[in-house]
């Protein structure tokens, strides 16, 4: 199995636009999790889904940031419009079921924005 | 707020050397705890998803212990190698309300470099 992939690995944009990044579970994983790593901070999950439904977003930071899951194989992440205070590495992470599972991490997107 | 503390912060050991570091969580809320080990420049890997209190998990020359009910697990690394240079991060799961899971809390890790 290819693990979890996420795309772009580097992202650098301007305040102001749109980003969107991307992850494919691994297959016949049927929970994934999108993660933002910052120094202040540390690992923080943003949001979960479980059977691509929405589980808690109560991590999301703000209205800047929406997530999707249309289908078993594809979840988005969205920040828009972008701050540069969003510069972080944001993982997506995938496991057989929910909390208790072991995830299996991607390799991350490091955004910067300028 | 719930909050996930791991001690050290960080560790240097040398080769050959024993260690063992502590990650301390609410007793009185818990549903599981996972550890991971993150190397610089890669992404976490999963080491342990502990459950029940007295859980005892190996590989290798890692191992975990868990105490619910005092709000603590160890992690031990026996006779560490400078491949096991890398943070280990803890991450406790607190129940929610319906027996559903909450969401992972990480702590802030231990960063530890074994020199040759």
């Given at each position: 199995?290819?693990?979890?992939?996420?795309?772009?690995?580097?992202?650098?944009?301007?305040?102001?636009?749109?980003?969107?990044l991307r992850c494919k579970p691994i297959s016949g994983h049927n929970s994934l999790f999108w993660?933002?790593?910052?120094?202040?901070?540390?690992?923080e999950l943003l949001i979960y889904f479980n059977?691509?439904?929405?589980?808690?977003?109560?991590?999301?930071?703000e209205d800047r940031f929406s997530a999707k899951m249309p289908n078993a194989s594809f979840s988005t992440l969205k920040i828009q419009p972008s701050e540069p205070r969003d510069s972080?590495?944001?993982?997506?992470?995938?496991?057989?079921?929910?909390?208790?599972?072991t995830q299996y991490f991607g390799p991350g997107t490091r955004l910067l924005v300028l | 707020i719930l909050n996930v503390e791991q001690s050290p912060q960080s560790l240097h050991v040398q080769e050959g050397d024993s260690t063992n570091f502590t990650c301390s969580f609410p007793s009185?809320?818990?549903?599981?705890?996972?550890?991971?080990?993150w190397e610089t420049a890669k992404s976490p890997e999963a080491l342990f998803v502990m459950t029940l209190n007295g859980d005892e998990k190996k590989k290798g020359r890692i191992s975990a212990t868990l105490n619910t009910k005092e709000g603590y697990s160890y992690l031990y690394?026996?006779?560490?190698?400078?491949?096991?240079?890398?943070t280990?991060?803890?991450?406790?799961?607190?129940?929610?309300?319906?027996?559903?899971?909450?969401n992972l809390i990480f702590g802030k890790g231990t960063k530890l470099s074994v020199k040759p």
């Open positions: 199995d290819a693990g979890v992939i996420q795309s772009p690995r580097h992202e650098v944009t301007e305040m102001g636009q749109e980003v969107t993660y933002r790593q910052t120094m202040m901070r540390g690992l059977n691509n439904v929405p589980i808690d977003d109560s991590g999301m930071p972080a590495v944001y993982f997506c992470a995938s496991s057989r079921g929910g909390n208790q599972e | 009185s809320n818990f549903y599981a705890l996972h550890w991971y080990r690394i026996k006779g560490s190698q400078p491949e096991d240079s890398a280990y991060l803890c991450a406790f799961i607190p129940p929610l309300y319906g027996g559903s899971q909450g």
